[in-house]
């Protein structure tokens, strides 16, 4: 069993930055693919960034492409999710992801992931 602990989520004015870290539990994490989702009211979880056990595959949606950068620390069990730039539309809860078996470059897949934090609120002003 995985326990994943978003934190790092506030109220910034657009431009600003914020940084998300998520712990896991257990000791499976430095052989997880992780990921950050990110779901609005009345809107779908869709994914953010995806990152591979070792780090050697990285996915970004594009919205997100050149502002987030997504990286790991697996002495820390712990994923992280620089956000720069902001932006009204980043408004969203992001949810941490993990998957402890999956070793593929599918990063963006949702259903890959089968275990998942509480999320945090990310709320930007314009």
């Known amino acids: 069993q995985v326990q994943l602990v978003e934190s790092g989520g506030g109220l910034v004015q657009a431009g600003e930055s914020l940084r998300l870290s998520c712990v896991a539990s257990g000791s499976t994490f430095r052989r997880s693919a992780m990921a950050w989702f990110r779901q609005a009211p009345g809107k779908e979880r869709d994914i953010v960034a995806g990152?591979?056990?070792?780090?050697?595959?990285?996915y970004y949606v594009e919205s997100v492409k050149g502002r987030f950068t997504i990286s790991r620390d697996n002495a820390r069990n712990t994923a992280y999710l620089q956000m720069n730039t902001l932006k009204p539309e980043d408004t969203a809860r992001y949810y941490c992801a993990a998957d402890p078996t999956y070793t593929g470059s599918h990063l963006n897949i949702k259903a890959i992931y089968d275990y998942w934090g509480q999320g945090t609120q990310v709320t930007v002003s314009s």
């Open positions: 990152i591979s056990s070792d780090g050697s595959s990285i």
